[in-house]
Each structure stands twice: as structure tokens, then as C-alpha cells.
């Protein structure tokens, strides 16, 4: 890493020491569906929106989804969006995890799940199992794009491919949350607070002139 990777990543770990994943879970199982909701949804929302697909008592099985069937479930989850896909999906991976048992911390058996694809499965990865993983989200996309770390264009996955280039491994699991909360709170889509930003005097983008 050169200078300006480590004052980023020392940057932000200071800013967001105890970056904690937004989505509430209590399981692997639960993590899992919560991260299978939160495509082209807020994790706000689908916070409000679990609570009543899980169990209040205990962490969520795969019975208790397939007890309650994908009516019941498209129902529960039609707040998050593409609900039928979804309930697929979350419905799908309750069916595959009973029968084995688990949910696997491996890549492909991850991207195996109905539904799951390598966005979701690095979450999982990382997240829950403590694997180094990079999953870019839009917000992740956009700060590395604006920052010079990635030059992509709109191609998210070669962001992650270049951010693991520069980047150390021992960092990703901590930078990926903490790239997601400086996305939404300083490096915006619409009004970046650049005045504000303390990554401004190396951020390669530039209009951020317009915003200081």
C-alpha cells in the first residue's frame, strides 16, 4: 500500500472504529435473508421488515420460513421491493439449508444458494465468517471511483478487483463497512459534504470543487 491507500484506510478506521454491520441478525440464517432483502432496498427498511418474517423469541430457521410459505412471506417482505424474486429466493435457501444443515462459509457453495449471488456471498463471507472478502456496493463503487483507488466506470466488480490489488487483505472486512457509512454520510451521491471531508485534499474527483 502507498501513502495515500494507508492514510484512507487509517482515515476511515478512525472515523468508524466499531463499524458493525447495519442489518440486524442474530444468525447466519437470518444474516442471510436480511442481506438477500437489502438489494435495491434500505437496510432501514428491511430492519423493519425482519421482525416480522423472524421469530421474536429465537434466531430464524429454515422450518419457520417454510412454515409460513411464500404467500405468507411475499406478503411480509413486499415493502423491500422485487418481492417475488425475493420471496423465491429467501424460500429457495430455506429449502437448501434444511436439507443441509448449514449455511457454507465457501464462496462457490454460497453462490450455489438460490438467489445468492458474489455481492451477497462476500457479505456472508466476511461479515459472518471473517473471510476476507470485498463486496462492492453502489456506495463502496462511488467513494473508490471518486477517491482514484478504482478507475471503473460503472463496473462494480472491477472496482473490487482493483481495490484488492492496493489494498491489503487484513483490511477489507473492516473497510467495506466503513467505505458503506462514509458513502452515506459524507461522500454522498447527490450533495457530498466535501467541505467537510477529511479525505478531500487527496479525493482525485473532480467536481468536488463545486462542493466546498
Known amino acids: 500500500m502507498n501513502k495515500v491507500h494507508t492514510e484512507i484506510v487509517s482515515t476511515l478506521a478512525e472515523l468508524y472504529p466499531n463499524a458493525k454491520a447495519p442489518l440486524r441478525h442474530r444468525s447466519v440464517f437470518e444474516l442471510l435473508l436480511a442481506v438477500i432483502l437489502s438489494a435495491q432496498c434500505t437496510d432501514a427498511r428491511v430492519n423493519t421488515i425482519t421482525p416480522l418474517l423472524f421469530p421474536a423469541e429465537r434466531a430464524c430457521e429454515p422450518a419457520d420460513i417454510l412454515a409460513l410459505g411464500e404467500d405468507k412471506v411475499r406478503a411480509i417482505i ?21 436439507k443441509t444443515g448449514i449455511v457454507p462459509s465457501d464462496f462457490d457453495a454460497l453462490r450455489a444458494l438460490p438467489g445468492v449471488g458474489p455481492k451477497t456471498a462476500q457479505v456472508i463471507q466476511s461479515q459472518w465468517f471473517k473471510i476476507p472478502a470485498f463486496p462492492v456496493d453502489t456506495h463502496i463503487h462511488r467513494v473508490l471511483n471518486r477517491l482514484g483507488i478504482a478507475h471503473s466506470g460503472k463496473n462494480r466488480d472491477k472496482t473490487g478487483r482493483e481495490a484488492k490489488a492496493v489494498i491489503d487483505k487484513k483490511y477489507w472486512i473492516d473497510l467495506h463497512l466503513q467505505l458503506i457509512f462514509f458513502g452515506r454520510q459524507t461522500c454522498t451521491a447527490r450533495k457530498p459534504k466535501c467541505g467537510q471531508c477529511p479525505l478531500a485534499h487527496i479525493c482525485k474527483w473532480p467536481d468536488k470543487k463545486k462542493f466546498i
Not at 80 to 93: E, L, P, S, W
Open 78 to 98: 413486499r415493502p423491500c421491493g422485487y418481492f417475488n424474486q425475493k420471496t423465491k429466493a429467501i424460500v429457495g435457501v430455506a429449502k437448501a439449508t434444511l
